[in-house]
């Protein structure tokens, strides 16, 4: 067989293990040849291809990023886009296709696989927001650097008597700002699950420096949101492609919180340094498991599936049941959060 193989969307420690994986499993034990495509969907558009062996793969286990490059291009989005992703499967005698992304890349997978390429999905995306799996490749590395932000930022708050906001990544769900805000021991986590009261979060600040404290850690997701109706009006800043604007929501909460109490506030956007440098073992780990299953359901003939960590099993699952959904943080953990405040 010749297995294609990609990288879409916004890159994250422990895609250079999926592609070894699917390599070293695809070529070792199966005989097949794997096929890079550079940039994601826009390579394949292109036929901007690049040939995998076991040379290519050495010591990239632990490196963050990816060698086949990414891009934000989605073929169903662009005019002519399918057409030419299946003018170059054909011409590259591809008989399945391994995509490695997020809700984008998968939804673009789901539509590839309608025109009868069989379509093999792995989810990746540090925001863990994919439908249908337990955890995605990159998220556990987020969470360690965003965690490390606040063990460090908790000294100089405290040092200097100030609020000190962290904003991380969350577009639609708050997975890394709730996590590594327990983690962390925040004591205030917005989160795009639970729309924030603006004067609730600074009568609690008010509260907690008046009664034990002279300093306040606050946790924001990028995508947290104030609850209709509540006194702070604030609509969310996005770019081209529709990703937030970095900072803003940080920026935004230091003017209400120094305005409304008077302390100092200050604010820190972890931004691109969740999602850079060395995967943890746990994303080497499972990307690594996410390469061999996908390989192996490629050999096996099936299509229009992705590969799931269900506790400790990983499954294959529907991509047609993922596409288009957003795993949000559940409401235990969310609470959770509230409790330690």
């Not at 360690?144 to 990544?169: F, G, K, L, Q, Y």
């Not at 498991?289 to 400790?312: K, L, N, P």
């Amino acid at each position: 067989m010749r297995v294609g193989l990609l990288t879409g969307g916004g890159d994250v420690p422990g895609l250079n293990a999926a592609i070894r994986a699917v390599v070293k499993r695809g070529e070792g034990e199966h005989g097949h040849t794997i096929v890079g495509f550079r940039n994601g969907w826009k390579g394949v558009a292109d036929g901007d291809v690049q040939p995998l062996g076991r040379q290519d793969i050495r010591n990239v286990l632990a490196t963050g990023g990816t060698l086949l490059g990414t891009a934000r291009f989605h073929p169903h989005r662009n005019e002519g886009g399918v057409e030419a992703v299946l003018t170059t499967l054909e011409a590259e005698r591809i008989d399945a296709l391994i995509c490695i992304g997020g809700d984008g890349t998968l939804d673009a997978a789901s539509k590839i696989s309608e025109a009868g390429i069989n379509v093999i999905g792995i989810p990746k995306t540090i925001d863990n927001d994919v439908w249908g799996t337990d955890y995605s490749i990159g998220f556990d590395t987020a969470v360690t650097i965003a965690t490390e932000a606040v063990d460090r930022i908790h000294t100089t708050a405290e040092s200097h008597n100030r609020v000190m906001i962290v904003e991380v990544m969350g577009r639609h769900a708050g997975w890394i700002a709730v996590t590594s805000g327990i983690a962390g021991g925040a004591e205030l986590v917005l989160a795009p699950e639970e729309p924030f009261d603006i004067e609730k979060v600074t009568r609690f600040l008010k509260h907690r420096h008046r009664a034990h404290a002279s300093f306040s850690i606050v946790v924001a997701a990028e995508g947290a949101v104030p609850a209709p109706g509540t006194a702070m009006h604030y609509e969310t800043e996005v770019g081209k492609f529709g990703e937030i604007v970095a900072g803003a929501i940080g920026e935004r909460l230091k003017s209400e919180i120094e305005t409304r109490t008077g302390f100092d506030t200050r604010v820190t956007v972890l931004g691109h340094v969740q999602r850079g440098g060395i995967p943890t073992a746990f994303d080497r780990i499972l990307a690594s498991r996410f390469g061999v299953a996908a390989i192996d359901a490629a050999t096996e003939g099936r299509s229009d599936v992705m590969t799931a960590i269900h506790g400790e099993r990983v499954d294959l699952v529907p991509i047609a049941d993922v596409a288009g959904k957003v795993k949000y943080v559940p409401d235990q953990m969310l609470a959770v959060a509230r409790a330690l405040a």
